[in-house]
């Protein structure tokens, strides 16, 4: 009885896991064409989408039972910053001790908490790179006065999807 109940708790713990990975998956691809989509009238709209939609996007993603989101220790927007749990995980990914896809953390609460790094790539330059148009970020920087989410090259971890369930 008692391993059956193991059991049934490891496979529905591991579906829920398989769930907020799909979550995750889903809101990465709505930001992304919705971004693209975007990119294709002009930068500053693109700004003006992800500033209006990425938050919706995410509400939209998320349900009662598993909240997801983006995070980055160099943030843009003030929300983003990473909560506590996450800390220590997001350091290890960034100094290259943890190299795998993502990373399940059990949370004080009794919930699981799991990171999936975002790794920056070209069209991703033009807002969050070395060199930006300076048209384009002062557009940025009125709606991220505080913005710390530049100064990244290809290749480099932007920033982590996250879930709580
Ligand atoms: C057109 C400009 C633009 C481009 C291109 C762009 N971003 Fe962003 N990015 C933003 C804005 C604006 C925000 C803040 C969104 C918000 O208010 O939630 C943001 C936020 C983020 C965040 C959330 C953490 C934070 O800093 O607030 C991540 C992660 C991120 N971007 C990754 C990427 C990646 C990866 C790419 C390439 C696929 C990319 N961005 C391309 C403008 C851009």
């Known amino acids: ?19 907020a990975l799909q979550q995750i ?21 693109a700004v003006e989408v992800c500033n209006l939609k990425a938050p919706q996007i995410q509400n939209k993603n998320s349900n009662e039972n598993i909240k997801i989101g983006r995070v980055s220790t160099k943030n843009r927007n003030p929300n983003n910053f990473p909560k506590k749990w996450m800390l ?21 609460n009794g919930k699981q908490g799991l990171l999936k790094p975002i790794k920056t790539m070209p069209l ?33 971890i932007r920033g982590f999807f996250w879930a709580e369930y």
């Open 1 to 19: 009885m008692k391993t059956l109940l193991i059991i049934l708790f490891m496979t529905t713990s591991f579906a829920t896991e398989e769930k």
């Open 25 to 45: 998956k889903s809101y990465g691809k709505a930001l992304k064409s919705e971004l693209k989509a975007a990119m294709k009238k002009s930068p500053e709209h």
């Open 88 to 108: 220590e995980t997001i350091q290890a990914y960034q100094q290259n001790k943890i190299q795998k896809p993502f990373t399940v953390v059990s949370l004080e």
């Open 124 to 156: 991703c330059l033009n807002c969050h790179g070395t060199n930006i148009d300076p048209k384009l970020y002062s557009t940025i920087k009125k709606k991220y006065p505080n913005d710390k989410a530049v100064g990244y090259k290809a290749g480099q």
